[in-house]
């Protein structure tokens, strides 16, 4: 929060409201967590292939993606995870304002980090999806070659090994990406955006 007395919020002359109408779908964050190789980021670039082939208005927000840019100032020690989604929060809100439908991969390995990301949406617009996979498939995967790395003391504070990784309490949807496909995942959380009333005319 600014500590500055001297700034004011302008608003805007469209409403969120308004430019949901338009696209004809709600904005929501969807939020994806889990250990790194669990399938976050290959879900959600496939669910917004689909989404965007339906017409869809998204923008996906990746992890390694943000910390190039916005976040490359970040480590990746408790505070400055903390910083990482607080800011991902920030951006997701502005864009969910925008009208877009958000998707983020992000292991944000701590609960109140994405309760407080929740917060500051409003209710329904947050939909946090746990890419449930065991630790061991996770680091058979290794896609990245980072649990080699973490495992060989190359890496400090690695999520899954000497870093914790609190899993959602009550995540709006859980994907087993050790038995779906991504194909069933994809269509998994459309349907759910459908059954909720996210998709179409229904605002």
Not at 162 to 183: C, F, L, R, S, V
């Amino acid at each position: 929060m600014s500590t500055s007395n001297h700034i004011t919020w302008h608003e805007s002359a469209v409403t969120k409201a308004e430019r949901q109408q338009r696209n004809q779908h709600r904005s929501v964050v969807i939020w994806f967590t889990g250990l790194s190789g669990s399938g976050k980021s290959t879900i959600s670039v496939a669910l917004e292939k689909a989404l965007y082939q339906q017409q869809v208005h998204t923008y996906r927000l990746d992890g390694d993606n943000v910390r190039h840019g916005l976040n490359n100032n970040l480590g990746f020690s408790p505070e400055d995870r903390k910083e990482n989604i607080r800011r991902i929060g920030e951006v997701s809100k502005l864009m969910v304002d925008a009208g877009l439908i958000t998707i983020t991969a992000f292991i944000s390995p701590y609960q109140a980090d994405r309760d407080e990301v929740r917060n500051l949406l409003d209710d329904q617009a947050f939909i946090e999806i746990y890419t449930s996979c065991s630790l061991a498939t996770c680091e058979s995967r290794d896609p990245k070659g980072l649990y080699q790395k973490a495992r060989n003391g190359e890496i400090k504070g690695f999520t899954g090994i000497n870093a914790p990784y609190e899993a959602p309490k009550n995540p709006e949807i859980i994907i087993d990406t050790e038995q779906e496909t991504i194909e069933t995942a994809v269509n998994q959380i459309i349907d759910y955006l459908k059954a909720h009333d996210y998709l179409g005319v229904n605002l």
